[in-house]
């Protein structure tokens, strides 16, 4: 993962400008991506060693999950039904992504 960060880049709390707001958002969005991307590796790893398809979706782990999401958001003072949209959003697009993937490796 590549944690650079650009040498103006300040935490909120530093930032005295919108310059350095903007510049704390794009970096905060590149490291998002980094971990969206290990995420969906998992997801990958996930459809090679799962040998059933059927498997692939669960609900009972997708409802865990969101509530990790929720309830974390909660304690950080963060709006947690929207954070738990996302999330929903998030494991739904994971599952249809671990689907392809799941019939790419067993084609």
């Not at 040498?7 to 970096?27: H, S, W, Y």
Request: glycine residues 4%.
């Amino acid at each position: 993962m590549d944690t650079s960060k650009p040498a103006d880049f300040k935490l909120p709390e530093d930032c005295q400008n919108m310059r350095e707001v903007r510049i704390g958002v794009d970096t905060t969005d590149r490291e998002l991506m980094e971990l969206l991307d290990r995420r969906f590796g998992y997801m990958r790893a996930a459809a090679r060693i799962k040998t059933d398809r059927n498997v692939v979706r669960d609900e009972a782990r997708k409802t865990e999950v969101i509530e990790n999401a929720r309830a974390d958001a909660e304690k950080r003072d963060l709006p947690a039904g929207k954070i738990a949209q996302i999330w929903d959003d998030l494991v739904e697009t994971s599952i249809a992504y671990e689907l392809g993937e799941w019939d790419r490796l067993r084609g």
